[in-house]
């Protein structure tokens, strides 16, 4: 479809491959990003949860210690790109031109083929099933 019709975040694997090797701390993200910090303390907080702390505990804990999908590393590119999809969404005509290309030129795309060359390329896992 063209970079120009979609909204690309994250790392390259080559940056994941970095990454990796100089030792990956999500409690060391979440110490130096403060809205990162935040959102993960709310959610560690009842605040979503109708008093219920413990709702969202093992997501949180699941994040700052292992992180093995790198989400946190990947948070501010998250949000940059969230910030280009909001000013693109302003743009009746510029949207739908890409809506409309994103659908006519999806042929070649497969979910299942797309998840397999996650777990080869990206997370070196065995593809199951």
Do not use: K
């Not at 979503?48 to 413990?54: A, E, I, K, M, P």
């Not at 290309?101 to 979910?111: D, T």
Request: with cysteine; net charge negative.
């Amino acid at each position: 479809v063209g970079p120009d019709n979609f909204f690309l975040f994250g790392m390259t694997v080559d940056e994941v491959e970095q990454l990796l090797r100089q030792g990956y701390s999500p409690r060391a993200v979440y110490e130096r990003d403060a809205e990162l910090r935040t959102i993960l303390d709310q959610l560690s907080s009842s605040q979503f949860s109708q008093g219920d702390r413990s709702m969202f505990r093992p997501l949180v804990d699941s994040l700052l210690n292992h992180d093995p999908f790198l989400l946190l590393a990947d948070y501010p590119a998250y949000v940059d790109c969230q910030e280009r999809v909001s000013a693109a969404w302003l743009h009746p005509d510029h949207w739908t031109t890409m809506a409309i290309l994103n659908v006519a030129r999806a042929g070649y795309f497969s979910s299942d083929r797309s998840i397999c060359e996650y777990c080869e390329r990206v997370w070196n896992v065995p593809v199951v099933g």
